[in-house]
């Protein structure tokens, strides 16, 4: 490379880099003085500055919190004590509680009016066997709602960990746990809408 050629570099790039110190001094400066008064330079400066200095724009992205829906629980509510099979749990003080016994399974059934209507609220109770288990229990309640959409879950009821199906989907029942306790069977359902009366009734169980 000659001489003649390195200074022609040289000067090339003292060319270039104050060019682009001029557009990016013209980007980032609101007046340019005696500069705006001509008409071409301030059209030729916008133009190229717009084209070689971009000053990065950051966009902060809107962050939208979804809060849970919790419905709100107006029932006021009252105590059901089972001195039998000695369990205790709240239900609505307006609903109405009958037991029955047939053949070694227990029945609560709770409803909202008089005796004859659906069962709100249902708790049973078996005796442990070759045919009676949890698991057993609890692989035919999937089968019975499998109609529905089945979300699986664990809970805590009575101070036993049981199995927990959510239903959506059916017209009838959407909320059943299954436990065991010293050789008993428990489950513990909820018709559709009576989701809240299930959670209360759920976490007030108590065996005595």
């Known amino acids: 490379m000659t001489k003649r050629?390195?200074?022609?570099?040289?000067?090339?790039?003292?060319?270039?880099?104050?060019?682009?110190?001029?557009?990016?001094?013209?980007?980032?400066?609101p007046e340019h003085g005696v500069f705006d008064s001509i008409p071409i330079v301030r059209e030729v400066s916008d133009s190229l500055s717009k084209g070689v200095v971009r000053t990065p724009v950051v966009e902060e992205e809107a962050v939208v919190e979804?809060?849970?829906s919790v419905p709100v629980d107006t029932q006021?509510?009252?105590?059901?004590?089972?001195?039998?099979?000695?369990?205790?749990?709240?239900?609505?003080?307006?609903?109405?509680?009958?037991?029955?016994?047939?053949?070694?399974?227990?029945?609560?059934?709770i409803t909202d009016t008089e005796a004859t209507g659906p069962c709100m609220l249902t708790v049973e109770s078996e005796a442990e066997g070759v045919n009676v288990s949890e698991e057993k229990t609890y692989i035919a309640l999937k089968a019975e709602y499998r109609a529905g959409k089945l979300t699986e879950l664990e809970r805590a009821v009575g101070?036993?960990?049981?199995?927990?199906?959510?239903?959506?989907?059916?017209?009838?029942?959407?909320?059943?746990?299954?436990?065991?306790?010293?050789?008993?069977?428990?489950?513990?359902?909820?018709?559709?809408?009576?989701?809240?009366?299930?959670?209360?009734?759920?976490?007030?169980?108590?065996?005595?």
């Not at 050629?5 to 270039?16: D, Y």
């Not at 306790?181 to 108590?206: I, K, M, N, P, W």
Request: aromatic share 16%.
């Open 5 to 29: 050629t390195k200074a022609f570099l040289a000067v090339f790039v003292v060319v270039a880099l104050g060019a682009y110190g001029y557009l990016y001094w013209w980007a980032n400066t």
């Open 66 to 68: 979804e809060e849970e």
């Open 76 to 109: 006021t509510y009252k105590t059901y004590e089972n001195t039998t099979q000695k369990f205790s749990l709240d239900y609505p003080d307006t609903w109405i509680p009958t037991v029955t016994n047939i053949d070694g399974v227990m029945t609560l059934c």
């Open 159 to 208: 101070g036993e960990m049981g199995r927990l199906l959510r239903i959506s989907g059916e017209p009838t029942v959407s909320r059943v746990v299954v436990f065991s306790h010293e050789g008993r069977v428990y489950t513990v359902s909820a018709l559709e809408g009576q989701e809240t009366v299930f959670d209360r009734a759920t976490e007030s169980f108590r065996f005595q």
